[in-house]
């Protein structure tokens, strides 16, 4: 294989005006509160820009040229591809949508009823690394690879398992947040150690592991096709380790300023009691 795709195969223009769709639905019914259950619910400048970077992150992932490369020519590619969309669309979206969105999906019955069970930390946490791990199984992706209908299918089910899995962290529900700061800063710990034997068997491989990438001809790169596999596995555990470090220092810094306003608080409540009881012991002289 050595043809470039047609433009279309590179850049997906479907997809692009399905993303750019969704932007504006976005920006006319939740971004401006016109929606029925926005109430006095603002949505911030920064939630905005956040949903909006998750939607541009998505079409970068799946419908750019970084698609095409990492299915035809570079695992590296794919593996750049997965870390997109699993890693960094999820928080973004997350962090742009809006409680009162969420509470208007969580009066359908069904839709409570997923969130309610695959938004367990556990059953998050689990999932989707098995599921991750599983798809980097040789004789699996050799088998995705050639089979677009359930490839397709697995990288939904990814995706909706990635969402699930950093729910719990940014929730959007204060009702549904099942875990305190410290607890999710332990939660992205165990997320961390669960994704790095799928990348280690990527790394340390010595011989070329998928058929996909064995004998194709790159007409653009000169990396060989094991050195581009070992790139791929590094890609993704680096990439996960900024992305789990970015999350962890946000957490943490979150759980300390909200500690120091709470000891400056009780600081406060306790100066003015004091001076309250010395103004009364004044009266009484």
């Known amino acids: 294989m050595s043809q470039i795709g ?19 639905m976005y920006r006319r019914f939740v971004a401006k509160g016109k929606g029925n259950s926005a109430e006095n619910e603002t949505v ?3 939630q905005q820009i956040s949903f909006y970077i998750g939607l541009a992150l998505f079409y970068i ?9 990492g299915h035809h020519f570079l695992f590296s590619m794919h593996m750049l591809q997965q870390t997109i969309l699993y890693l960094i669309v999820p928080i973004c979206i997350w962090l742009g949508t809006p409680a009162w969105m969420m509470r208007s999906l969580m009066k359908i019955t069904i839709i409570r009823g ?28 050799d088998y995705l690879m050639i089979n677009d209908l359930s490839l397709f299918g697995y990288h939904t089910v990814l995706l909706f398992t990635a969402f699930m899995m950093w729910f719990p962290v940014f929730c959007p529900l204060p009702e549904m947040n099942r875990l305190n700061d410290l607890k999710k800063m332990a ?14 068997l990527i790394i340390f491989a010595d011989t070329i592991i998928y058929d996909m990438y064995a004998n194709v001809t790159v007409p653009f790169a000169h990396l060989s096709p094991l050195d581009d596999q070992q790139l791929g596995g590094v890609l ?5 380790e900024v992305v789990y470090g970015a999350t962890l220092a946000y957490i943490f810094f979150r759980w300390y300023r909200r500690e120091r306003k709470e ?11 004091g001076l309250n009881n010395q103004g009364g012991n004044w009266n009484r002289a």
Not at 236 to 240: A, E, F, L
Request: aromatic share 16%; glycine share 6%; net charge negative.
């Open 263 to 273: 000891e400056d608080d009780m600081d406060l409540i306790e100066t003015q009691e």
């Open 6 to 24: 047609g433009f279309f195969e590179l850049w997906n223009p479907v997809l692009l005006l399905v993303i750019v769709v969704v932007g504006y």
């Open 114 to 141: 997923i969130f309610s069970f695959f938004t367990r930390p556990l059953i998050a946490l689990f999932l989707f690394n098995m599921l991750f791990s599983i798809y980097h199984m040789p004789l699996v992706m």
């Open 236 to 240: 993704m555990k680096i990439v996960q």
């Open 187 to 200: 939660y992205i710990f165990g997320n961390g150690i669960l994704l790095t034997p799928a990348c280690a």
């Open 44 to 46: 911030s400048v920064s």
């Open 61 to 69: 992932g799946q419908g750019s040229p970084i698609n095409y490369i």
